[in-house]
């Protein structure tokens, strides 16, 4: 197991033993109520599942205290995305009972909502203010630990939560929405399916890629992109089909290493344009933001002083050599080779990379273009208009 304390890009990590982390930190913090907000089908799954391995910690803890089972409250039955009515929810079981420490179980949807739960529940206005940036909250009051069950998100590292309010996607961002404790148990891998094992992965290479390309990346956050590469790119497609111990170890760190260089450089275009797909069409997250990143590369090389984004420290030829680091790293010549190893990988982890076949109708091409975060776009190093954003679009569904 492996511990980030404090998450956020000042993370600091530490390898310590599965079978007494949780218990030794529980001494540390001696919670009086707390709350386990969790995934119930990755909570009981395979030898190795959380219920195995946390269990009985969480038991030794409340036996020492001398607390029967009404000091623990559990809550589930989350599904698909994060929404408000599912955060409203755990907010109601943090009051009723009191809860000093949340721990959230499960993959970005699970963690998205513990962290969005454990700021809200002490705020005097309604969650949606704060969701939809009407209101702005004041610091965390609860302790708030995340322990992932996928390599991909980043979500135990961030200080952001996806939240949806009527299939619009928002992002909650406040920086005490970083965990206390991130705990990193690879264990908790072993038995995903393999569809969620390639989501997840392909989640966390286009956070590093776009982490890398972004206008707010600094020095920090491209050391940590390049570390994320370093651990995901050769061990993805093993990942999905001939997983071992350290295969499963080397994507969890490198999930959590993209999560630390997105949360210092935020995320473009691509994941953007994935959340309309995934709200209407049930395309897994990671999948939706692979179905247009490979695109972008090219339009990046193509970037001049007229396309470049007006900011004071960018310039075409930063972005170059910038792009030609980026390059370095994915083993790659150019954009168009870029774009082709991202390709193959989709293929050898089974995704589907023309999106007219997954249901998705040009006619609602414009409705994915326009349902794109404005501040997101900001975040790319080149404008993208609407134009080029529909051609995206056709050329990621073309057979």
């Known amino acids: 197991m492996i511990v980030s304390a404090h998450g956020g890009s000042q993370a600091k990590m530490t390898e310590v033993s599965s079978n007494t982390c949780l218990l030794d930190l529980l001494e540390q913090e001696r919670p009086n109520n707390i709350l386990l907000v969790y995934d119930q089908d990755a909570y009981h799954a395979g030898t190795y599942s959380p219920e195995q391995l946390i269990e009985p910690q969480f038991q030794t803890y409340l036996d020492r205290r001398g607390y029967n089972a009404d000091h623990l409250i559990k809550i589930t039955g989350f599904h698909t995305y994060p929404t408000a009515e599912y955060i409203r929810r755990v907010i109601e079981q943090i009051q009723v009972h009191r809860i000093d420490l949340v721990i ?3 993959g970005g949807m699970v963690m998205d909502i513990a962290k969005a739960a454990s700021i809200l529940a002490t705020q005097s206005d309604d969650p949606e203010a704060y969701i939809t940036g009407k209101a702005a909250p004041n610091a965390r009051r609860l302790r708030l630990m995340l322990i992932p069950t996928t390599a991909g998100t980043g979500a135990e590292i961030t200080q952001f939560s996806v939240v949806y309010i009527d299939k619009v ?15 990193l148990v690879p264990e908790f891998t072993y038995a995903l399916p393999k569809a969620v094992t390639a989501t997840s992965g392909c989640d966390a290479i286009a956070q590093a890629i776009e982490a890398f390309w972004s206008v707010n990346a600094t020095p920090e956050s491209h050391q940590y992109s390049a ?5 995901l790119l050769p061990h993805i497609v093993d990942a999905v089909h001939h997983p071992t111990e350290e295969i499963r170890r080397a994507m969890m760190l490198g999930a959590c290493y993209a999560g630390m260089a997105i949360n210092i450089a935020k995320t473009t275009w691509a994941h953007a344009a994935s959340y309309w797909l995934t709200a209407n069409k049930d395309i897994s997250h990671g999948h939706a933001v692979m179905l247009t990143l490979p695109y972008l590369f090219s339009l990046i090389d193509e970037a001049n002083e007229q396309t470049v984004q007006k900011t004071a420290a960018l310039t075409v030829g ?7 680091s ?20 989709m293929g050898d982890c089974g995704l589907e990379r023309h999106i007219d076949r997954l249901d998705v109708n040009p006619s609602e091409f414009e409705d994915i273009v326009d349902a794109v975060n404005p501040e997101r776009m900001k975040n790319m190093p080149i404008t993208i208009s609407r134009e080029t954003a529909l051609n995206i679009m056709y050329q990621a569904s073309r057979i």
């Open 318 to 324: 930063l972005l170059r050599k910038q792009m030609s």
């Open 227 to 231: 570390q994320a590469l370093a651990f």
């Open 104 to 106: 959230g179980i499960g």
């Open 326 to 345: 980026l390059y370095h790293m994915l083993g790659v010549s150019d954009g168009h080779e870029a774009r082709d190893r991202l390709h193959r990988i």
């Open 169 to 183: 996607k928002y992002s909650f961002a406040h920086p005490s929405l970083g965990a206390d404790y991130a705990l």
